[in-house]
């Protein structure tokens, strides 16, 4: 069930976001930079699969690598929120952000894709889960998005032992 099965990097317009798990419950900053939490990255291809990856910082740095490592450059575009190091790290891209604190959705320009399936996962941590520690996040993660991506297949236990 591990991301690193893909054997093709994402293509076509690939929207890309960030989230934070775990943390202070009640209190305290929220978002980004908050206290106690672990940053997690996002992609994914508008009709296609979905990456997702524990990350140690949001800088331009590490999500450039991230980008390079998954992302096709051929992608027809890339779009992210205005965080300043996607503009950096997106580098070679067609790259495009939307703006959240005007508006969610600009035409084509948005990232509700992957944002819905950070709250499907948010979701899954209070009703499959219940719990889930920064240790084993990418393993929890892992199976998320296996899950995600094999969400229509009728075969999908099949698909999980074939790969034992």
């Known amino acids: 069930m591990k991301h690193a099965n893909f054997e093709d990097k994402l293509a076509g317009i690939v929207e890309m976001d960030d989230v934070y798990i775990e943390g202070k419950k009640s209190g305290g900053k929220r978002g980004r930079g908050a206290p106690g939490k672990t940053s997690v990255v996002g992609m994914k291809s508008r009709g296609g699969d979905v990456m997702a990856f524990v990350v140690a910082n949001l800088k331009a740095d590490t999500l450039e690598k991230l980008i390079r490592d998954s992302v096709s450059i051929e992608a027809e575009?890339?779009?992210?929120?205005?965080?300043?190091?996607?503009?950096?790290?997106?580098?070679?891209?067609?790259?495009?952000?939307?703006?959240?604190?005007?508006?969610?959705?600009?035409?084509?320009?948005?990232?509700?894709?992957?944002?819905?399936?950070?709250?499907?996962?948010?979701?899954?941590?209070?009703?499959?889960?219940?719990?889930?520690?920064?240790?084993?996040?990418?393993?929890?993660?892992?199976?998320?998005?296996?899950?995600f991506n094999n969400r229509h297949n009728e075969d999908i236990v099949e698909a999980v032992l074939v790969n034992c």
């Open 77 to 147: 575009m890339l779009i992210t929120d205005e965080l300043k190091s996607y503009k950096k790290a997106a580098k070679g891209y067609a790259h495009e952000a939307v703006k959240h604190s005007e508006t969610f959705v600009n035409g084509n320009v948005h990232t509700m894709g992957v944002e819905n399936m950070w709250s499907l996962f948010r979701r899954a941590i209070i009703g499959v889960y219940h719990r889930v520690s920064s240790k084993y996040l990418q393993a929890y993660l892992d199976e998320f998005v296996f899950r």
